[in-house]
């Protein structure tokens, strides 16, 4: 199993980013997908979950109404758009799925919100 995030970046506050993770290894179609972030000193939390087929999502409260979780079956590849982004949105964003019980991880994309 194989997770690359991408899109990370400097953005103003109140500006927007879309968060890219690449999939491999493994039957995409058929796992929810996560993502995750952790703020320096801070535990990882989730942001966001949708299930295989797309046609379900969860989000943390912080990150409800702010953002958008996507997959493309086709692409092998999920998404999290972010939108009027604060300061606090700061972190090591991760793309995670759990296949046979077993936590992958991707290597994180940092999402850095400052003016």
């Known amino acids: 199993v194989q997770l690359v995030e991408s899109g990370g970046g400097l953005v103003q506050p109140g500006g927007s980013l879309r968060l890219s993770c690449a999939a491999s290894g493994f039957t995409f179609r058929r796992y929810p997908m996560m993502w995750y972030r952790q703020a320096p000193g801070k535990e990882r939390e989730l942001v966001a979950r949708?299930?295989?087929?797309?046609?379900?999502?969860n989000y943390a409260d912080s990150m409800k109404d702010r953002s958008t979780i996507s997959r493309d079956n086709a692409k092998n590849t999920v998404y999290l758009q972010m939108s009027s982004l604060k300061p606090e949105d700061t972190a090591v964003y991760y793309c995670?799925?759990?296949?046979?019980?077993?936590?992958?991880w991707g290597q994180g994309t940092q999402v850095t919100v400052s003016s």
């Open positions: 949708i299930s295989s087929t797309g046609g379900s999502t």
């Open positions: 995670n799925v759990v296949v046979a019980s077993n936590d992958y």
